[in-house]
C-alpha cells in the first residue's frame, strides 16, 4: 500500500501530545510491514533543520486562502532508523511562529488559514510529485480537511481517483471551531454549511468535516470509539458519531518499547525484567523503589505501599477525586505517594500543602521530568489514574511494562488495558490491575483499599499481576499491524 500520513505533529520533529507518537512511530512500524508510507507537518520554526537534516525539494506552490495566494515551499528529510520520508510545508509567515497553534493561551487567530494551507499543500505536493496514494491518513481537525478537499475540488485530479482517506480522533475535545467567514477561506461551497456537514453550532468545525467526508474514521481506542457515540463524552459530535458508527472504530496506542523497557532503561536504579520468581519478588524492582523513597525524601521502607501518579495536572485526570482521597491516606494510613506534573496551579497549591504536611509520606516534583518519571514507573508498586475520560492513555501501559499495577477508572483506553483484580481473572492469569466505573471519591478510596489488601495480604498473586502485565505486548507493532488491516478494509470501500 501506498500511504500518506498527514499531521501537524510528528515526534521527533513536534510533539505537544500522543497524535504526534502515533504520526512518528506508526509510519515506521508500516514500513517494516512492507508498506510505503510518508509523513506531512507543518515545518516548524522549531525543528532544528541540521539536527534533523531537512533538505529542500524541487516542489513548490501558490494557494488560494480565500482572496490571497499564498506561496510554500516544500521540505524533506526521513524519519530516524528508517526509509519513511518527511515532507515538511514550509510557509514562514503561517509557521514561524513560538508555538504550534496560539500564544499565552489564546489559538492563533488565523489557524484556519494555516491549515486550510497545510491541507491543499499536502495534495498539491503529491500533484507535483506525481503520487498517487492509496490512502491518506488525516488526524484530528488540524488535518481534516483533506477527505472534504478531495471530494471537491481535487474530486477530478488523476492522482487522487482511488485514494481513500482515513481520520483519528486523538482527542474528541478538540474540534477546530471557526466563524462562518472562514468557509471562504477553506475555499469551501457556501451550501456545505449545514449541520449535516461542516456547521456546527453556527460555526465550522474542521473535526466534524473530516468525521463526515472520510472514507474511515477511527479513534485511540476501542472503548472510547463507543464512548464517544453517547452525549456523555460526544463533545457534541456524538449525533455524527452514531450516524457513521459503522464506519468508526478503535485501535490502542503503543508504546515505544525501545524508550519503555525497564530491562534496558538507563535513567532506572537497576534493570529487572518479568523474568523474576512469584515466590520471591523481584529484587531489580525492590532497588527502584528503594532508590526513588531516597529521591523523594520518603522513609526508607520497603514494605510500604508506594503509589505513584505520572501526567498532567488538568480535571480530565481526576484530580477532584485524587487530592481528596490522597489526603485521606496520608491522614489515616502508612501508604506512601510520588506525583510528578505540572498543570492547573489549584493543584499545585494544593499538592504542596500536602506535601508540607506529610513530607515523609509524599514525594512531590511539580515539573517536567522524563528521566524521573521513567523512574517513577520503575520505583511505585502502583500507579494511579482514575481519569474522567481517557481517549487511550500511555502511562497505565508504561506502569504495566515497568511491573506497576495500575488503578484506573475504567474508561476508553484505561478500560481496554488494565484487567480489574477479580476472583475470576486471578485465577485465569489475566488480571494485571485494578479498576472501578464510578467517578467518585468512595469508588477511587475503596479499588485503592483493594489494591493495599491484596499487596500486603497476597504477595504472591500480587506478582502474579506484576508479570502479567510486564508479560503483555504493548508494541506499536501490535498496532500497526491493526492499522494495516484498518487502512486494507478502508481501500477496498
Ligand atoms: P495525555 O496525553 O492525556 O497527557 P497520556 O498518558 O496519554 O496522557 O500521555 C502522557 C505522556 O506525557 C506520557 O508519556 C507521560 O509520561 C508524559 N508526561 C506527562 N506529564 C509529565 C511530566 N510532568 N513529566 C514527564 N512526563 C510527563
Known amino acids: 500500500m501506498r500511504v500518506i500520513l498527514a499531521s ?4 521527533p520533529f513536534a510533539k505537544t501530545g500522543g497524535l504526534a507518537d502515533v504520526a512518528g512511530v506508526l509510519p515506521r512500524e508500516l514500513e517494516k510491514l512492507g508498506h510505503e508510507v510518508s509523513v506531512f507537518l507543518p515545518a516548524y520554526q522549531s525543528i532544528d533543520r541540521i539536527q534533523h537534516d531537512i533538505k529542500a525539494t524541487n516542489v513548490a506552490f501558490e494557494i488560494q486562502i480565500g482572496d490571497r495566494l499564498v506561496a510554500g515551499k516544500l521540505l524533506e528529510t526521513v524519519l530516524p532508523d528508517s526509509q519513511v520520508k518527511v515532507f515538511l510545508v514550509e510557509q514562514p509567515g503561517y509557521f514561524n511562529r513560538e508555538d504550534f497553534y496560539g500564544q499565552s493561551g489564546e489559538d492563533f487567530s488565523d489557524n484556519c488559514e494555516r491549515f486550510t494551507f497545510f491541507c491543499r499543500a499536502v495534495l498539491e505536493s503529491l500533484i507535483q510529485m506525481d503520487t498517487a496514494p492509496d490512502l491518506i491518513h488525516t488526524n484530528d481537525w488540524q488535518t481534516g480537511l483533506i477527505p472534504v478537499f478531495l471530494k471537491t475540488d481535487y474530486n477530478h ?20 471551531l471557526f466563524d462562518y467567514e472562514k468557509m471562504a477561506v477553506a475555499g469551501l461551497p457556501a451550501e456545505y454549511f449545514n449541520w449535516q456537514q461542516v456547521e456546527f453550532h453556527g460555526k465550522m468545525n474542521l473535526l466534524k468535516t473530516g468525521i463526515v467526508f472520510a472514507d474511515m474514521i477511527n479513534t485511540v481506542s476501542p472503548t472510547y470509539a463507543k464512548e464517544i457515540r453517547e452525549p456523555e463524552q460526544g463533545c457534541g459530535l ?28 538507563p535513567f532506572i536504579e537497576e534493570n529487572f525484567s518479568a523474568d523474576f520468581d512469584v515466590r520471591v ?24 505501599p508506594l503509589i505513584g501518579i505520572v501526567g498532567r495536572l488538568a480535571s480530565q485526570k481526576g484530580w477532584s477525586l485524587i487530592l481528596p482521597v490522597m489526603r485521606h491516606f496520608l491522614e489515616n494510613t502508612n501508604v506512601q505517594w510520588v506525583v510528578l506534573g505540572t498543570g492547573d496551579p489549584s493543584y499545585h497549591h494544593q499538592l504542596e500543602s500536602l506535601q508540607q504536611r506529610y513530607p515523609d509520606k509524599l514525594g512531590l516534583n511539580l515539573g517536567f521530568s522524563n528521566e524521573f518519571a521513567h523512574r517513577v514507573e520503575a520505583g511505585s508498586d502502583m500507579f494511579l489514574m482514575p481519569s474522567q475520560y481517557e481517549p487511550c492513555g500511555l502511562n497505565q501501559m508504561y506502569s504495566m511494562a515497568y511491573g506497576t499495577v495500575p488503578i484506573v477508572r475504567r474508561t476508553g ?57 510486564m508479560k ?13 488491516e484498518l487502512y486494507q478494509r478502508t481501500i477496498a470501500r
Open 8 to 11: 501537524s505533529e510528528v515526534v
Open 238 to 265: 456524538e449525533g455524527v458519531l452514531q450516524e457513521r458508527a459503522d464506519q468508526l472504530t478503535g485501535i490502542l496506542n503503543g508504546i515505544d518499547v525501545a524508550d519503555w523497557n525497564p530491562a534496558i532503561d
Open 472 to 484: 503483555r505486548d504493548w508494541s506499536w507493532r501490535r498496532s500497526a499491524k491493526q492499522y494495516e
Open 413 to 469: 483506553g484505561l478500560a481496554d488495558t488494565v484487567v480489574n483484580a477479580t476472583h475470576e481473572t486471578c485465577e485465569y492469569g489475566t488480571a494485571n490491575g485494578f479498576s472501578f466505573d464510578e467517578f467518585s471519591e468512595e469508588a477511587l478510596r475503596s479499588a485503592i483499599k483493594s489494591a493495599l489488601q491484596m499487596y500486603s495480604q497476597h504477595r504472591l498473586i500480587w506478582n502474579q499481576l506484576m508479570q502479567a502485565g
Open 157 to 176: 485530479h488523476s492522482c487522487f481517483k482511488t485514494t481513500r482517506t482515513l481520520i483519528t480522533i486523538h482527542n474528541l475535545a478538540y474540534q477546530g
Open 281 to 304: 519478588g523481584s529484587s531489580g524492582k525492590l532497588a527502584c523503589k528503594q532508590a526513588l523513597q531516597k529521591e523523594t525524601n520518603l522513609k526508607q521502607e520497603l514494605e510500604t
